[in-house]
């Protein structure tokens, strides 16, 4: 089962706007991270967020966690076609081993 | 850095057929872990190894079964392969508890089962 779930599922944009990205989740978390993958590679991590903190930046990228609302988002500024790839969020839940659960990504397409 | 290996690339097999996915680390991690990725499905785990000596079961384990051989290496073995089971597989490591930390991928292997 999907704990997060990303909204858009697919996002299209030209070089230099900003892309946002959100994902909801369904249960408590311990924390929350987003991972990008490219085409035909595995993921990478991007960013981890504690579930008692609401925002944090590295470089470009900023996310955002609101447990109240149980939801977060991505945020890549002055996008470049290097950013085009599928984007996931995926959640620790509180309590027991705390496996990630991934939720289906968004295609992310910056145009030059 | 090789950082998380994953053999072989590419396979074909026929329904019913076995095989092994390797998968090797050098980071000293922990916890390794399966997944497969289905379109539009996302990421599902399929089993688990929080530490050397130990394995768990994920979300999606049957028909696999995975073998912890030493710190480094945790390899997924298909008995009778099955259409089904037709994916892109991942292996991933972390330093320690699987949903505390970063999880560090492979580039994974395409199987397709006919």
């Known amino acids: 089962s999907q704990q997060g779930e990303e909204d858009p599922q697919a996002l299209s944009i030209q070089e230099g706007e900003n892309a946002t990205m959100n994902c909801s989740y369904k249960?408590?978390?311990?924390?929350l991270q987003w991972y990008r993958q490219n085409s035909g590679r595995g993921l990478v991590h991007l960013i981890l967020?504690?579930?008692?903190?609401r925002e944090k930046h590295s470089g470009r990228l900023r996310v955002t966690l609101d447990t109240s609302k149980k939801s977060s988002s991505l945020l890549i500024t002055a996008s470049r076609a290097a950013d085009t790839a599928s984007y996931f969020c995926a959640t620790g839940k509180s309590g027991g081993y705390n496996k990630l659960i991934f939720g289906a990504g968004t295609r992310l397409a910056v145009h030059p | 850095n090789a950082g998380v290996t994953q053999t072989p690339k590419f396979q074909v097999l026929k329904t019913g057929q076995s095989m092994t996915l390797q998968c090797a680390q050098d980071?000293?991690?922990?916890?390794m872990y399966w997944y497969r990725q289905d379109p539009g499905m996302g990421l599902r785990l399929i089993y688990y190894s929080a530490s050397e000596g130990t394995t768990d079961k994920g979300e999606v384990p049957n028909g696999y079964n995975v073998s912890r051989l030493n710190k480094r290496e945790f390899s997924l073995r298909l008995e009778s392969a099955a259409p089904s089971q037709t994916s892109v597989y991942f292996c991933?490591?972390?330093?320690?508890?699987?949903?505390?930390?970063?999880?560090?991928f492979g580039d994974g292997t395409r199987l397709s089962i006919l």
């Open positions: 980071m000293n991690h922990n916890s």
């Open positions: 991933a490591s972390s330093e320690g508890a699987g949903g505390n930390q970063p999880q560090h």
């Open positions: 967020i504690r579930s008692n903190e």
């Open positions: 249960t408590s978390i311990n924390n």
